[in-house]
């Protein structure tokens, strides 16, 4: 079976997600379950894009030590410093250098000529080289590249010292048959195309993301980039769990398969949803609610004689458990460790003392505490923001013949308690109002959802929130079983994140 190695752009190339802007906590949390998930290859973040996405970048460089740390650089020797500056620490480090190399990318963007372009990055993987031992070069938007240019391209590449060589399709444009080709054609060109890896990276504005990445491995690449979920710029990437659970279930037909730990990929997909605010859609392949879920009386009379018969995958497979044993009120702090051991959440005394006051909060509120209540749980006690407003108390008053009013009680890191009242076009604008008056703060909501974390009429609520103030674009989220608290939860969430931001960029 030939290895396929999983670079994974979720910490940057996800990042680039409108609305989504992960801190270094965040950003930690992720590389620290993408590690569990065996990635091969973290793509950590593009370290010149701003002082705080450097530190970000050097604080997974030195906290990750079995997945090889990643740095993106455009093909400019400042760039190539930041990298170098972001990785000091790391144990496995390599930086990503590209160039655009498309008709398009060359006249338009960079205005060079074919010569102009193959020296300008022949120059950035020389002065590169004094300093990395694993580099990665990129001809950007390579699936519209002349065939002829991207063979001189990565030839070049292979002899400044290149380890891999990357072959995008950075706009999702390319059809299966055509892309794959391009990797044949490269592999029968290029002298020393066998001393490197190649690598594909596709984007799913035409919905063949995926597929594009498996005819790549069909012809002849080594290693495949994408996020978890798919997450990224326009459309998104290449789901990296997609192509793994494919190669699994048909490996006979790949010869290749990847050295993920599969049982990984729910709980990742579910903490990058989580994190980001990016819902997965029901009826997503491998990671959605729907996955395997069966409703039609013919399915579900096969699955109950075969499960082969609909299912191509098990849920086991993933890390999902079939069991809706659940814990509750009466719940003891034993089984409520046991079973966050079971989920993957090793806490200690102090985490899980505050884990399981709050458990036993939530426990009052429903009848049963489910596993996507748990993880709900601590996800949003894991990610430790500063909090400089705490939200105390919520009173709202509602009538469809009255204007609405909410009041709300605020406690700031001073201690000091801050109470306001306010009127609204709904409960939750008059939540919202109330709490600006209290804290203040004169910010923008761009954005606004709930979704259901557990089944039932006494489900948890999930609200998240994308509000900016000035050039400051922060995301909050808040959950309760109450969608008025929940809303308001993920207000002064988002609040806590902006004024983080606003003080590290003071210093």
Do not use: W
């Not at 989504?20 to 620290?32: D, F, G, S």
């Not at 966050?340 to 505050?354: M, S, V």
């Not at 884990?355 to 748990?374: G, P, R, Y």
């Not at 808040?478 to 003080?503: F, M």
């Amino acid at each position: 079976m030939r290895k396929i190695y999983m670079f994974d752009t979720t910490l940057r190339d996800g990042e680039q997600s409108p609305g989504v802007n992960l801190n270094t906590r965040e950003k930690l949390e992720i590389a620290y379950q993408l590690e569990k998930l065996n990635i091969d290859r973290i793509e950590a973040g593009f370290p010149a894009a701003s002082p705080g996405d450097l530190a970000a970048v050097n604080a997974v460089a030195r906290a990750i030590k079995n997945s090889t740390i990643i740095g993106l650089s455009r093909s400019r020797t400042q760039d190539i410093d930041a990298v170098r500056e972001a990785l000091q620490g790391a144990e496995d480090p390599c930086i990503h250098i590209f160039l655009a190399t498309s008709p398009i990318h060359r006249k338009y963007k960079l205005k060079m000529e074919k010569d102009q372009v193959l020296e300008t990055a022949q120059a950035a993987l020389r002065y590169a080289r004094q300093y990395f031992s694993k580099i990665e070069f990129s001809c950007e938007d390579a699936g519209r590249t002349e065939i002829d240019f991207l063979c001189e391209m990565t030839a070049m590449a292979i002899r400044e010292g290149a380890s891999v060589v990357n072959i995008p399709d950075t706009v999702g444009y390319l059809y299966p048959y055509e892309y794959g080709n391009i990797f044949k054609t490269l592999k029968e060109r290029v002298p020393g195309i066998e001393k490197i890896q190649l690598s594909a990276h596709c984007h799913d504005d035409l919905g063949m993301a995926t597929a594009n990445s498996l005819a790549a491995i069909l012809g002849g690449a080594d290693q495949i980039e994408g996020t978890i979920n798919g997450i990224g710029e326009r459309a998104g990437n290449t789901a990296l769990e997609e192509v793994a659970m494919a190669l699994e279930t048909r490996s006979e037909f790949f010869g290749a398969k990847t050295s993920l730990e599969l049982s990984e990929i729910a709980r990742t997909s579910s903490l990058i949803s989580r994190l980001t605010g990016m819902v997965v859609p029901g009826n997503k392949a491998i990671v959605g609610a729907n996955a395997f879920a069966h409703e039609s009386g013919i399915h579900q009379d096969g699955m109950l004689k075969e499960k082969t018969t609909y299912e191509i995958m098990s849920p086991e497979t993933i890390g999902l458990k079939e069991s809706k044993l659940v814990l509750g009120k009466h719940s003891g702090r034993h089984a409520f460790r046991e079973r966050l051991i079971e989920l993957g959440y090793k806490l200690n005394d102090e985490r899980l003392n505050e884990a399981f006051a709050k458990f036993k909060v939530l426990a009052d509120k429903k009848k049963d505490v489910t596993d996507q209540d748990l993880h709900a749980l601590l996800q949003e006690k894991l990610v430790d923001t500063p909090e400089a407003y705490q939200l105390q108390a919520i009173y709202v008053s509602y009538g469809n013949e009255s204007t609405p009013s909410a009041k709300v009680r605020i406690l700031t890191a001073d201690g000091k308690t801050l109470e306001r009242e306010a009127e609204g076009n709904g409960s939750v604008d008059a939540i919202y109002n109330a709490i600006d008056l209290a804290t203040g703060e004169t910010v923008t909501l761009s954005d606004y959802s709930i979704k259901s974390i557990s089944y039932g009429k006494d489900a948890q609520g999930e609200v998240h929130v994308v509000m900016t103030q000035d050039e400051h674009i922060v995301q909050g989220r808040g959950v309760s079983t109450d969608i008025l608290e929940a809303s308001a939860r993920a207000y002064v969430d988002a609040l806590n994140r902006l004024i983080e931001k606003k003080a590290i960029q003071k210093l």
